[in-house]
């Protein structure tokens, strides 16, 4: 198994661009999620999922979107890139069981520059 | 709400001596915690976590945790530390009555020195 894979791993954005990063599991989780990586901060959650078709709000959502059409992708938008959106991007999955609470797998990570 | 305290930003110990890793957390259900390690430009590794019963959790690379309700505390520890455990670390909680998502600590950086 390939777990969870990002891509890109690098990516500088000018202010106002748009772009997506990729997340794919390959272990049938049904919950993924997107986390931002700063300094001092820990992991923020940005946006999450529990199933294909099924999105919800993380912690720090403004200025980035997601779908999840799929079991296996998750992919992050950012639809007009800020300085303040310079970060290292975070995907996980998890199985999801009401009454056992299993433990996330995470990418490599995306370093995102923002000029 | 759920949160989570790791009151050291770094810890200095050094190699074959004991390392402990503090942290603290605040959830309104039942506490379902994790330590995860990140080494440098990796993602984050699952080390251990406690769901319930023992408060002595072991996990792996010698790591070990315990569990603590009335001072709601789940501290890292290792009994002899090795200079490749220096990283950052991660402490998680997830509040059992209140869905999938989990909150992080800021982290701690463990440096081991030879």
């Known amino acids: 198994n390939a777990g969870v894979t990002q891509t890109p791993k690098f990516q500088v954005l000018k202010t106002g661009q748009s772009m997506t990063l990729q997340c794919a599991q390959d272990?049938?989780?049904?919950?993924m999620s997107w986390y931002r990586q700063d300094p001092g901060m820990g992991l923020r959650l940005i946006h999450y999922?529990?199933?294909?078709?099924?999105?919800d709000q993380g912690e720090v959502p403004n200025g980035y979107n997601v779908s999840r059409s799929t079991t296996e992708d998750f992919p992050l938008r950012l639809l007009s890139a800020a300085p303040s959106q310079t970060s290292v991007y975070f995907c996980?999955?998890?199985?999801?069981?009401?009454?056992?609470?299993?433990?996330?797998?995470f990418g490599p990570g995306t370093r995102l520059t923002v000029l | 709400a759920q949160s989570v305290a790791q009151p050291e930003d770094q810890v200095n110990v050094a190699e074959g001596n004991p390392l402990t890793v503090k942290c603290t957390y605040s959830?309104?259900?039942?506490?379902?915690l994790f330590w995860y390690v990140q080494y440098p430009n990796r993602g984050l590794q699952f080390l251990l976590k406690?769901?319930?019963?023992?408060?002595l959790v072991k996990g792996s690379y010698g790591f070990e945790a315990e569990f603590n309700k009335s001072q709601t505390s789940f501290h890292l520890k290792k009994p002899s530390a090795l200079v490749s455990d220096s990283a950052l670390y991660f402490c998680?909680?997830?509040?059992?009555?209140?869905?999938?998502?989990?909150?992080f600590g800021p982290g701690t950086r463990l440096s081991v020195l030879p």
């Open positions: 996980a999955s998890s199985y999801v069981r009401v009454s056992y609470p299993h433990e996330q797998f």
């Open positions: 272990m049938n989780h049904e919950y």
């Open positions: 999922s529990v199933g294909a078709g099924i999105t």
């Open positions: 959830v309104s259900g039942n506490p379902y």
């Open positions: 406690y769901i319930t019963g023992d408060n």
């Open positions: 998680a909680v997830r509040d059992g009555n209140y869905g999938q998502n989990f909150v």
